[in-house]
């Protein structure tokens, strides 16, 4: 690939990988450092000695790729909150006991079903000064008005540290929030806060009013507020008001990324911006005063849409273009990439981490290297198929790109993408021209209805199309089981087929088929691996009962709640089967005695009547069942107990005192997650 014969491309790789590396293996910081100094007092040397022979190019190379594994090692450690000693994390008593915090509100997120939800800033903990990111968690209903960013709030609560997935296979939304550094969730209702007076009016709180300026101007206008929200989400990256309903629709319609603010929005900023500073003559001076006010605007832009991965992303590349156009330079794309990914890495590292962020790359990587080809394989005469043709080659192509991750992360495949992209197109074309202008005119209040109204007709026909396209869930492939060894596989057999489509070779064409060989021994290894597994697990679901019992690829679930026909595909059980490559046979009724392999289990509900004469291995407890448990304990001398979180907490506290003194391992479900025999 001419792409990876870039020098930057080895030095973007190397940096990408330091930094994952430094994440999961956490060296100390004195190897980075040691590590750094010596690559970078190697480079100096080849440098100062002026003579590259080939053998010494060779090693300089690799000097410099050990000076950016380093660097990227380095930069993560940097830029890791938890390791400023000012952190609260370093502070002992931080999740053990209420504290008064003081806080600051950053930015608001998405409302959950029972809280709204903002990040916040930590200021002081016990009236000494700490640093930190934190989710704050304010129960609805509580508070009548959302809190402003900037505003300082106090309040009387303990911190929670973020906890693990308590389900196999589940999303881990603990260990998200952690690649986000924010360690930490406080939950509150609004008798347990105090509003300050203070505002804390940084760059967050500006652009927090200009927003709200920008919206409650086009609200006075009377803009609908379902398509108002598509809008700013559209025009601003601000998402958390879109209604769950639309939001779904633009999943399975395959359109979820235009309502996130990327390259194809910057773009159209940009083409936008240089057609309004046409009228600056193209001398030395205009033209530098066009580039400044073109890299202003953009930055501005990227405040305002909140500063995401994929913002930044498409900032920074155009605002390069826009640099090379000024130089009079070709403007090479795959140069602007790297560039743009290295920067925007060097400060800001937990990006790596950010779907987002992976998703915009690849696409945007497929979409200049394999978007040409398919271009070239069919050229329309008229104009209307040659623009379709145009917009189909693009859509394929970042749908190829991204379709191994999208299926790693998500499990699904929104089959008629193609048709959604000819329809957004054109819409979305007339939306960002006409948006831009109506958000710079709502800014300073001056909006007139005669441009409102046709931007929320357009709004309105972009979301009456993508809910259309979405009604047809038939072609929405869900729940399709991917793991870590396919996403590998798949990538690399994509990557060695495109190259050997574009300039044939027998040693091009062979390995494609090698790496598509091992694709499908990773597929065949992995169901062989399932077939020869076996799982009991009592699952952590909240006043149920719900065990899986795993053979192969095929499960069973055991209740004996209400379990609805409706929850045989619920988050829980389905991500466990998807997961898994597995199916859900049927539902049985949980019985009292059960046996896994050569291990008896005993089921004691509610009723707490049980044999006395059994004696299991494993003693299950579900629905707070009344038994005196150390006289259970002492007949049948069980290995384990099982509680699951159909259990009264106060009861399972008593069980765990009662099992510590008899030397006997508890479990319970609702503190240490899901229980598994295999």
């Known amino acids: 690939m001419k792409v990876l014969q870039f020098p930057l491309a080895k030095i973007t790789l190397a940096f990408i990988l330091g930094i994952v590396s430094t994440y999961y293996w956490n060296p100390a910081l004195t190897f980075l450092i040691v590590g750094l100094s010596l690559s970078l007092l190697l480079l100096s040397s080849f440098f100062i000695s002026k003579v590259l022979t080939p053998n010494k190019s060779l090693f300089f190379s690799i000097a410099v790729c050990f000076a950016a594994y380093f660097l990227g090692g380095f930069s993560l450690f ?99 929030l952690d690649k986000k550094q924010l360690y930490a969730q406080v939950y509150t209702t609004s008798s347990g806060i105090q509003i300050g007076t203070k505002i804390k009016k940084d760059l967050w709180y500006y652009t927090d009013q200009l927003r709200s300026t920008i919206k409650t101007n086009l609200e006075k206008n009377n803009f609908n507020s379902k398509e108002l929200n598509v809008a700013i989400a559209l025009l601003m990256g601000q998402k958390q008001e879109v209604s769950p309903d639309v939001m779904q629709d633009y999943q399975y319609a395959g359109a979820i990324h235009i309502l996130s603010v990327s390259g194809l929005h910057v773009g159209y900023l940009m083409l936008f911006l240089t057609f309004l500073l046409k009228p600056i003559p193209n001398t030395k001076k205009g033209a530098i005063t066009k580039l400044v006010i073109l890299i202003l605007i953009l930055t501005a832009f990227a405040i305002l849409a909140g500063l995401s991965p994929s913002v930044l992303r498409s900032v920074v590349m155009f605002s390069f273009v826009a640099i090379g156009y000024h130089l009079r330079r070709t403007v090479n794309i795959y140069h602007t990439l790297l560039v743009s990914a290295f920067l925007i890495l060097l400060f800001q590292p937990y990006f790596i981490f950010d779907v987002g962020f992976q998703l915009s790359y690849l696409a945007l990587f497929f979409i200049v290297w394999l978007q040409p080809t398919i271009a070239n394989a069919f050229k329309p005469k008229t104009k209307i198929i040659k623009n379709c043709w145009t917009i189909l080659s693009v859509s394929f192509a970042a749908q190829l790109g991204t379709l191994p991750l999208s299926l790693y992360y998500f499990h699904q495949f929104p089959s008629l993408f193609f048709i959604t992209n000819l329809i957004v197109a054109p819409l979305l074309t007339y939306i960002m021209i006409l948006g831009i202008i109506v958000l710079f005119l709502a800014a300073f209040a001056i909006a007139h209805p005669l441009l409102i109204k046709p931007l929320e007709w357009g709004i309105y026909a972009l979301n009456y199309s993508i809910h259309y396209v979405a009604s047809f869930e038939q072609f929405l492939i869900k729940d399709i089981p991917f793991n870590y060894l396919l996403l590998i596989t798949s990538y690399a057999s994509i990557i060695a087929l495109i190259m050997g489509l574009k300039k044939p070779t027998f040693q091009r064409i062979a390995v494609a088929f090698t790496f598509l060989i091992a694709f499908q021994s990773m597929l065949l290894y992995t169901k062989w691996q399932i077939q020869n597994e076996q799982e009991w697990i009592v699952l952590n679901s909240k006043k149920n009962s719900i065990i899986l019992e795993r053979q192969g690829d095929q499960a069973v679930v055991l209740t004996n709640d209400n379990f609805k026909k409706t929850e045989y595909s619920n988050t829980i059980i389905q991500s466990y089967l998807v997961a898994n490559f597995s199916q859900l046979v049927t539902k049985k009724k949980l019985p009292n005695l059960l046996y896994f392999n050569s291990t008896k289990i005993l089921m004691i509900d509610s009723s707490g009547i049980y044999n006395v004469k059994l004696k299991p291995d494993v003693v299950l407890l579900t629905h707070s069942p009344k038994i005196n448990l150390d006289r259970l304990l002492s007949e049948m001398e069980p290995k384990v107990v099982v509680a699951d979180n159909s259990n009264y907490l106060n009861l399972q506290k008593q069980w765990e005192r009662t099992c510590a003194k008899r030397k006997i391992p508890f479990h319970a479900t609702a503190e240490k997650g899901f229980y598994k025999l295999n």
Request: hydrophobic residues 30%.
């Open 78 to 176: 940097l830029n890791t909150d938890s390791n400023q000693k000012s952190n609260y994390l370093h502070f002992s008593t931080a999740f053990n006991n209420l504290h008064e915090i003081t806080i600051v509100i950053r930015e608001k997120l998405k409302s959950s079903k029972n809280n709204d939800r903002y990040i916040a800033l930590i200021q002081n903990i016990d009236k000494e000064s700490y640093t930190g990111k934190i989710v704050l968690n304010i129960a609805k209903d509580s508070l009548n008005t959302t809190l402003k960013t900037g505003s300082y709030i106090k309040v009387q609560e303990k911190l929670y540290k973020n906890s693990a997935t308590t389900n196999p296979n589940q999303f881990d939304y603990g260990n998200y």
